[in-house]
């Protein structure tokens, strides 16, 4: 009777192992999926200013958006990650790669080696990005100048550090399908929509997480805990952005000044540098799309020491 006890566990445990296994192959895209294809470099300018690639990728400390170099951190619940260099470096960078290969990593969170991105990489928005707009920008990083350096390596503790984890993960929080919008409305309402949630991976910051570190979707876009680790992201649906008008949206898109004459902080400010870099037409886009939303509340602030009153 203990034999076959064993032996059924022993089974168990290898259907287990082998269901595990499947479900965290990383996904890639094939050479031959890509078709021959002209890049349009300028519509590549303007996906990497709305993907915001300079905000991580940009070295620190220093005023050039081009020089990809990586070395931000960006401090999580699971530990520190470091952007890496996505310069045209061949050695430090992604010089080296094919267009499958950037394709792979931004839609699939696939590494050319073939292991799982973590995704402080936020390719669960870009996933939903046209490939098109991936290929004009990787033709666009390749004119950017190469700068030399490694990153270091991640910071993050066991068993978050395990890339093969981030497979199971993917599976939860992951569809891998193309963005659909509301078909009713107008193409500039569609315009934001796509930006606001493929490339511009504004949800990433602005939604609320689970212990997993997957979005709350019930509460996307309400703000929520700064995933930095200090202050808070706030809601940016109409439940926080009552009082803002449309123009008001696109102002602070392009200027980071609120309508109360306050301006953006922390790493809005980095964002802002890049949204100020997009047409008036695409920042109007988002806009509008942000001030469509429905207001939805977002999860309660703690309350500081500070200001809890004395009840003597």
């Given at each position: ?74 401090p999580s619940p699971f530990g520190t990650f470091y952007a890496p260099n996505i310069s045209p470096d061949p050695n430090d960078g992604i010089g080296r790669w094919s267009e499958a290969d950037f394709v792979t990593a931004v839609m699939k969170g696939t ?202």
């Amino acid at each position: 009777m203990l034999r076959r006890i064993l032996l059924l566990a022993g089974l168990a445990g290898l259907i287990g192992f082998g269901v595990y296994w499947w479900l965290t192959i990383p996904a890639t895209v094939a050479a031959s999926a890509l078709p021959a294809y002209q890049p349009n470099l300028a519509n590549g300018l303007t996906t990497f200013n709305a993907g915001g690639c300079s905000s991580c990728h940009a070295v620190p400390k220093q005023d050039d958006r081009t020089r990809l170099g990586g070395g931000l951190a960006i401090p999580s619940p699971f530990g520190t990650f470091y952007a890496p260099n996505i310069s045209p470096d061949p050695n430090d960078g992604i010089g080296r790669w094919s267009e499958a290969d950037f394709v792979t990593a931004v839609m699939k969170g696939t590494s050319p080696s073939g292991t799982h991105y973590f995704p402080a990489f936020p390719y669960t928005s870009y996933q939903h990005a046209r490939v098109n707009d991936v290929r004009d920008l990787f033709a666009y990083l390749k004119t950017l100048p190469p700068v030399a350096g490694k990153v270091r390596d991640h910071d993050v503790r066991f068993p978050f550090d395990i890339r093969r984890n981030v497979g199971v993960w993917k599976f939860l929080f992951m569809d891998g399908k193309p963005f659909v919008a509301d078909a009713s409305r107008s193409a500039h309402w569609y315009r934001g929509a796509y930006l606001v949630n493929s490339l511009g991976h504004c949800a990433e910051c602005h939604s609320p997480r689970n212990f997993l570190g997957g979005i709350i979707s019930s509460q996307r876009f309400a703000g929520g805990p700064n995933p930095e680790g200090e202050g808070w992201v706030p809601n940016i649906t109409p439940r926080g952005l009552s009082d803002w008008s449309v123009k008001d949206v696109a102002y602070f898109l392009e200027s980071g000044q609120t309508p109360d004459g306050d301006s953006a902080g922390g790493s809005m400010v980095r964002v802002i540098r890049n949204t100020s870099q997009l047409s008036s037409t695409d920042r109007d886009a988002i806009a509008e799309y942000i001030k469509s939303l429905p207001p939805v509340e977002g999860p309660p602030k703690p309350v500081r020491k500070a200001d809890k009153t004395d009840p003597s």
